[in-house]
């Protein structure tokens, strides 16, 4: 697709933003994302204000990319949903990535 607006005058995206998590640490997927979210929002991650409770089931969530009962990890796969605003999208291999919402 073609867009004919000048460069100038079109929205400027800000940068995504990049977190991994690692299926072998302490934190599950869920806890991984919130301080992504936090940090990626500058807000501290205690604050009641980032929650997944109404966008996404942390518990599914943290199943979805478990490792399988083999211990083997899991292969691909995404998982995008919008908190907020930010446009979250969470691979199998633990990357997580955060569109925060385009500047006007």
């Known amino acids: 697709m073609?867009?004919?607006?000048?460069?100038?005058?079109?929205?400027?995206?800000?940068?995504v933003y990049r977190a991994v998590h690692d299926?072998?640490?302490?934190?599950?997927?869920s806890t991984t994302i919130i301080h992504a979210l936090a940090?990626?929002?500058?807000?501290?991650?205690?604050?009641?204000?980032?929650?997944?409770?109404?966008?996404?089931?942390p518990?599914?969530?943290?199943g979805l990319f478990r490792p399988r009962y083999d211990g083997t990890p899991r292969a691909g796969g995404t998982l995008s949903?919008?908190?907020?605003?930010h446009y979250v999208t969470v691979s199998g291999d633990g990357e997580i990535l955060i569109e925060p919402p385009a500047r006007r």
């Not at 072998?24 to 997927?29: D, F, I, R, S």
Request: with cysteine.
């Open 23 to 29: 299926p072998e640490g302490p934190a599950t997927l």
């Open 59 to 62: 518990d599914a969530l943290d």
């Open 39 to 57: 940090d990626c929002t500058g807000v501290d991650v205690t604050d009641s204000r980032i929650s997944l409770y109404d966008t996404v089931d």
């Open 2 to 15: 073609y867009d004919s607006t000048p460069p100038a005058s079109r929205s400027r995206s800000p940068p």
């Open 81 to 85: 949903f919008v908190i907020d605003g």
